[in-house]
């Protein structure tokens, strides 16, 4: 009794915890770029530039976050706390506005001094949702499970952006098509305060061995050449998460403003619903499947799925099309993820949860951030499309988006090969399984 009971309050704190962070995440990585485009700049190198300088700040936060909660082993405070901020730093993006910008300063042009707040904004609210959710929260997770069952939680986990993508666009995408951007993005930021204080009344979290050494040598253990070669599989792992996390940032950024704009259909919180709900539904049962397999011998076959997806996507015009081929693609993406998020917990080191969610970032975020929306940009600059909004001619994404992602992730097979020939790491989690 006492067993299931603790197993319910843990997948309690899972989904609320993880799927409130992906919320104000989905606001961040996706909505953000939509608040842009539609009331400061189209400019693709302005969106991707929002990208890649809150992906280097969120890594940074991570890295710093990560290895101060291994020392205190308090991650709950980490959690609760903040979320509460980050809550806050999101619902001030709606205060963030051309108009404001040139009554401020009116000597300076206006679109650059908004783009240049909304960057600075963004990067805050990307340190605080790193330290609280990247950091705090995914290493709470790595502490509280094992390899038995860390398939099936990443499995969940890996549906949550998607969920979140769904609630919100069910929920709140009419506040945005009316320009109640402020509203909206009080809403996600009160939602996520919410639960901060919830999170420092009720989340519990289990006893871990604490790494020895000066705070500064845990930031920088894992950045180390001698880490690496201790730990070969782990880095070959988040390789792939690299390569894997490139490809989708090519076209996430992208992804409504394409549907919206390109494909012109009228109804695409519909199309966008079915997509996520399918792939929600078969992230999480392949999840047991990935704990069933073994999560790094699957990265090849769920890459090939996603795959599959992204050439579906480039003739897919049509409602029911888009549904069938989205369905494809995010299902192959979420199961990477689940698939290579397992296999970096497995490869853990027990006392390092909070370190390796810096390299974590590093790898799923920071490279993938960088690279990808300026290969997505270049595409979409150089397809030079585009539509007429209310007089003001504007680019619009092309479908040539998802080849040039496919074209990135073929190159998962280097290091998904390499997990089945280097050594498994020492002192690693995948040992004891």
């Known amino acids: 009794m006492h067993e299931r009971l603790a197993d319910r309050r843990f997948w309690t704190w899972v989904v609320l915890l993880g799927l409130t962070g992906q919320l104000a995440w989905t606001v961040e990585n996706m909505y953000l770029n939509v608040f842009v485009y539609d009331t400061i700049t189209d400019s693709p ?111 969940v986990l890996a549906t949550m952006p998607l969920l979140a993508m769904l609630l919100v666009f069910g929920a709140l995408d009419p506040l945005t098509k009316g320009g109640h951007w402020v509203l909206f993005f009080s809403i996600i930021g009160g939602v996520t305060a919410l639960v901060g204080v919830i999170a420092w009344f009720g989340l519990r979290e289990p006893r871990q061995p604490r790494p020895g050494g000066s705070y500064l040598s845990s930031v920088l253990h894992g950045l180390r050449p001698s880490t690496v070669r201790e730990h070969p599989r782990l880095y070959v792992a988040l390789l792939a998460w690299a390569v894997l996390g490139t490809s989708t940032q090519v076209f996430l950024p992208y992804l409504i403003i394409y549907v919206q704009r390109y494909l012109a259909i009228d109804g695409y919180p519909v199309v966008l619903a079915a997509v996520l709900l399918g792939a929600a539904v078969i992230s999480v049962l392949g999840g047991r499947v990935l704990d069933r397999v073994g999560p790094s011998r699957a990265i090849l076959p769920v890459a090939a799925i996603y795959v599959v997806g992204l050439f579906l ?34 490869l853990t080191p027990p006392d390092r949860a909070g370190q390796v969610q810096g390299l974590r970032m590093i790898f799923a975020v920071l490279i993938p951030m960088v690279i990808g929306p300026f290969l997505g940009a270049a595409v979409i600059s150089g397809a030079d499309e585009t539509f007429v909004d209310l007089g003001v001619v504007k680019q619009v994404p092309t479908p040539w988006i998802f080849l040039t992602a496919a074209a990135v992730v073929v190159l998962i097979v280097i290091p998904a090969a390499a997990l089945r020939t280097v050594g498994v790491a020492p002192k690693s989690l995948e040992t004891a399984s």
Do not use: K
């Not at 890594?59 to 809550?87: N, P, Q």
């Not at 069952?149 to 499995?155: L, S």
């Not at 897919?316 to 192959?332: D, E, K, P, T």
């Open 45 to 155: 190198t302005a969106l991707a530039t929002l990208v890649a300088t809150s992906a280097a700040a969120a890594t940074i936060a991570t890295l710093l976050a990560g290895a101060a909660s291994d020392r205190t082993g308090r991650r709950r405070e980490f959690i609760a706390i903040g979320y509460v901020l980050w809550g806050a730093c999101t619902a001030g993006f709606g205060l963030v506005s051309v108009d404001t910008a040139a009554s401020m300063l009116p000597m300076v042009d206006a679109v650059v001094v908004a783009v240049i707040a909304i960057v600075v904004l963004d990067c805050v609210m990307s340190v605080l949702g790193s330290a609280a959710n990247d950091a705090a929260f995914n290493a709470w997770v790595t502490d509280s499970t094992h390899p038995g069952n860390r398939g099936r939680v990443d499995g």
């Open 313 to 346: 996507m480039f003739p897919a015009r049509g409602m029911l099309a888009v549904i069938g081929a989205g369905i494809v693609m995010m299902s192959g993406f979420m199961l990477g993820v689940a698939a290579i998020s397992a296999t970096v917990r497995n």
